[in-house]
């Protein structure tokens, strides 16, 4: 049976590959496994068919036999660990990429996602000039760490990992905000991530649906 994932039927991000469903679309296409997309509106994810599946009436969702997921980290754990590729086979090399998968989410994404948030909702907010140099700091504080992590390799431990596909696609959101150019070894890291085939399919599969979306 071919797994179902959900996706934006039209996507706020306007085709750049930022919406969440795309970390599930590049795990399936790093492990080789066909999947089905089901689009839906924002209209759709609030009605109780989806709410059924995501109680947040997000996107994305899986669903493969009676297995129902939501979060797109859990959906690209429960790849990772039931496909070769994504994991390293090393137990403890293998926990490690897990780690960076909760580093990415929880440490990483959390302040870029306010920053991000921030840059688009709060420009007009009498707040917003000195509120942004200090988010933009937070930003500079985890890159800088994470930088310095990295030290020249080309992934986070080893070999690329589920690890590292997290960890680019949260990165990939500073793409506007100038912020990566200030670390050219995080910058190169989130090249040779765009760089896989794997990423460049799902890549593509998106941005199809954003050009289809443009065009009715």
Do not use: C
């Amino acid at each position: 049976m071919i797994p179902t994932i959900t996706a934006f039927a039209n996507s706020p991000d306007r085709g750049k590959g930022q919406a969440r469903d795309m970390r599930v679309r590049w795990a399936l296409e790093e492990v080789g496994q066909p999947y089905d997309v089901r689009l839906v509106s924002f209209a759709e994810m609030k009605q109780p068919a989806h709410l059924a599946l995501h109680p947040f009436g997000q996107i994305p969702t899986y669903e493969d036999g009676d297995l129902a997921l939501f979060e797109s980290g859990a959906i690209v754990l429960h790849l990772a660990e039931r496909h070769a590729g994504l994991l390293p086979d090393d137990a403890n090399a293998r926990s490690r990429a897990i780690a960076w998968m909760f580093a990415a989410l929880s440490t990483l994404e959390r302040p870029i996602v306010e920053l991000g948030m921030a840059m688009l909702f709060e420009r007009d907010r009498s707040w917003y000039a000195e509120r942004l140099p200090m988010l933009r700091d937070r930003v500079r504080t985890r890159l800088g760490e994470l930088s310095r992590r990295l030290g020249g390799a080309d992934w986070l431990d080893g070999g690329f990992s589920a690890g590292d596909l997290m960890m680019v696609t949260v990165l990939r959101r500073l793409h506007t905000s100038g912020l990566l150019d200030e670390y050219p070894d995080l910058a190169a890291y989130v090249v040779r991530g765009e760089s896989r085939p794997a990423f460049r399919r799902a890549f593509d599969a998106q941005l199809a649906v954003f050009t289809a979306a443009s065009r009715s």
